[in-house]
């Protein structure tokens, strides 16, 4: 664990706790920094929000603005949260701000409150064109939700995660997604399911918010190689998304009709969908302990973080694409936490035919034994492992050619962790 993880865990109650009147007390204290961000726009939905977010920030980098950022979780180093201008927050202008935080006295936040205020601290304190905020869990309570007057709202994919808090009926999970659109601030939405739209429609009914939605006021496609953008007026033929698998284009999708509020040049929006870069998404590894360890054999080793249904969907999409294109032997080294869908994830994998390999990690893994059960249950072939060390290496020997390290943020966040060739900068 990082040194600030461990300075927040040890000073704030570690759990999770919907609500927005601690957050709006501590706002209040700090001089309401939230409203001092430059135009706001907010980010919710299940999946796909931190690849959507990508593509904003190197759509509107390519246009010459300076971008802030707010997403979660970090993968190596809490400082991955905060990017301020383009770069991520310095461990001493964290630490001074933390030590402001800890300083009020009289009300108990929650870590991710205590981080979202510390964002809005440093995003209020350094210039900047833009701020995009990513929801942390649900919408309508979430610590960010305090932001009252964003410049827009974007609603990415929604679909079951989080159903302890969220509940396991897409249209509660849906309510509370759609519960950060405002009066004023144009909602941007993926294509959702019917039973989602509605909800979300119905909550910007309420709220006379307008909606531009995929599917019915713009689309995107791959097309001869690239992808092709569609709205009411007009038509963009672009380069790949920089980001790898199918469900990339869908993303990248909303995020030029993002980048077309803005009024972003079609080149900024060509060069951000081509160069946008987020780590633990389909991300490539040949650098550190475990890329070396593929590379000498000769093999492909891939870092995926999805750890629901809808993402292990967008694996299989992905890895039917590349098998189709180049196939090779596939392995699967999966890690997930004790708390996700392990049977809706190996479901929506069960058509890969690669073998599994399941690993723990530090905090609240599933045990890799009962997690290979479930594993075989799906018609997967898996068996459990002590380390991704000894899977990879059992992997390879068996002679694939093709390796995924999938299942969980955290697991990514570990591997990538291993060497600082792989931090995310």
Excluded at 222 to 245: K, S, Y
Aim: hydrophobic share 50%; net charge negative; charged share 20%.
């Amino acid at each position: 664990m990082d040194p600030v993880s461990a300075r927040l865990l040890a000073r704030h109650p570690q759990k999770i706790d919907l609500s927005l009147d601690r957050m709006r007390t501590l706002c209040a204290v700090l001089g309401q920094p939230q409203m001092q961000l430059p135009p706001v726009i907010h980010v919710a939905g299940t999946n796909g929000k931190g690849s959507t977010i990508a593509f904003i920030r190197a759509m509107a980098e390519a246009a010459g603005l300076k971008v802030h950022t707010y997403t979660s979780p970090h993968l190596v180093r809490f400082n991955e949260r905060i990017r301020l201008a383009g770069e991520l927050i310095s461990d001493d202008r964290l630490s001074a701000i933390l030590d402001r935080i800890e300083a009020v006295r009289g009300v108990e936040t929650t870590v991710f409150e205590s981080t979202t205020a510390a964002a809005f601290v440093a995003m209020a304190e350094v210039p900047a064109d833009l701020a995009i905020i990513e929801v942390g869990l649900g919408g309508a309570l979430d610590a960010t939700n305090v932001i009252e007057r964003p410049l827009l709202s974007v609603i990415a994919p929604v679909d079951y995660d989080h159903a302890e808090f969220l509940g396991t009926a897409i249209e509660g999970i849906a309510g509370e997604k759609a519960g950060i659109l405002k009066a004023g601030a144009r909602g941007i939405v993926a294509r959702q399911t019917e039973a989602a739209m509605a909800v979300i429609e119905a909550r910007a009914a309420s709220v006379l918010t307008p909606l531009t939605v995929m599917g019915t006021d713009f689309d995107a496609w791959a097309e001869r190689g690239g992808m092709a953008f569609q709205d009411q007026e007009r038509f963009l033929d672009l380069p790949a998304p920089g980001l790898r698998g199918p469900h990339q284009i869908a993303n990248a999708g909303l995020a030029v009709a993002v980048a077309l509020e803005l009024d972003l040049p079609e080149a900024a929006i060509a060069a951000g969908i081509a160069g946008a870069s987020w780590p633990a998404r389909m991300q490539r590894l040949s650098a550190g302990p475990y890329g070396e360890m593929a590379r000498t054999a000769e093999a492909e080793l891939w870092l995926d973080g999805g750890h629901n249904p809808h993402a292990g969907r967008a694996l299989a999409e992905a890895l039917a694409e590349r098998q189709a294109k180049a196939p090779r032997p596939l392995a699967l080294i999966v890690g997930m936490l004790a708390n996700k869908d392990h049977a809706g994830f190996f479901e929506a994998l069960k058509g890969s035919e690669g073998h599994v390999f399941t690993v723990g990690f530090d905090g609240a893994a599933a045990d890799p034994a009962a997690l290979a059960a479930v594993a075989r249950g799906h018609g997967l072939g898996a068996q459990s492992s002590s380390s991704v060390e000894a899977a990879l290496s059992r992997a390879l020997r068996l002679g694939a050619g093709r390796v995924v390290i999938c299942g969980s943020l955290y697991l990514a966040g570990e591997v990538l962790g291993a060497s600082p060739e792989t931090w995310p900068v």
